[in-house]
Every structure is written in structure tokens, then in C-alpha cells.
Nanobody
């Protein structure tokens, strides 16, 4: 069982930066692939980025590639999402999620545990 809590969201102007954190409870955090997703009003939840248990492999949605960076610190049971060059279309609730399966997924259905989310609003 893993419990996740996101933090670091807020209001930022276009072109600015935010760093989201996701703190996990549970002794097995290091075994999970961790992902970030987002959901804008009236839209489906979409994949943003994921990172394997060791941190050696990352994968990004095309819409954020080159602007966002996912990382993790297993000693602190925390995963991060550094977001640079933010755009108004990045406005959404951002969720972190944990995937216990062997094969990393970019689909929300592939993740077993979710945080409550943190709001990111980018003004133009």
C-alpha cells in the first residue's frame, strides 16, 4: 500500500517555472514506477511523465518534452516534476501515481495508487 500527497502547485505567469513534489508513504516506494498525470476542466486525465524505480529511465508526453523534468529520490520517498517555460495550456490539476507492475505504462489505468492532486494555473 502506498499513499501519495502532491505539493508545489500554484499560480504562475506564462514562461515561469514550478516544481511539484509527491511524497509517498510505505517502505516499498523504490519498487514502483512513478508517473505524473494532469487533468484540465472538461478533459480526460492525460499522461505527463514517468520514471522507473531506479530513476534510470524517464519518458515524457510530447507536449512537455524539453520543458518538464521528472526525477525521484528514493531515500526521501519523493518524486518531483520540474516544470519550466510554462504555458497557459499546462493549466490543470496535476496528479502523481504509482505503478506496481513490471511494465511501465502511460495510461492512467496502469497505475495502482494516486494522490489527491495539486492545482497548477498558468496565466497568459
Amino acid at each position: 500500500q502506498v499513499q501519495l500527497v502532491e505539493s508545489g502547485g500554484g499560480l504562475v505567469q506564462a514562461g515561469g517555472s514550478l516544481k511539484l513534489s509527491c511524497a509517498a508513504s510505505g517502505r516499498t516506494f523504490s519498487r514502483y514506477t512513478m508517473g505524473w498525470f494532469r487533468q484540465a476542466p472538461g478533459k480526460e486525465r492525460e499522461f505527463v511523465a514517468r520514471i522507473t524505480w531506479s530513476g534510470s529511465t524517464t519518458y515524457y508526453a510530447d507536449s512537455v518534452k524539453g520543458r518538464f523534468t521528472i526525477s525521484r529520490d528514493n531515500a526521501k520517498n519523493t518524486v518531483y516534476l520540474q516544470m519550466n517555460s510554462l504555458k497557459p495550456e499546462d493549466t490543470a490539476v496535476y496528479y502523481c501515481a504509482a505503478d506496481a507492475s513490471v511494465f511501465p505504462s502511460s495510461s492512467p489505468g496502469g497505475y495502482d495508487y494516486w494522490g489527491p492532486g495539486t492545482q497548477v494555473t498558468v496565466s497568459s
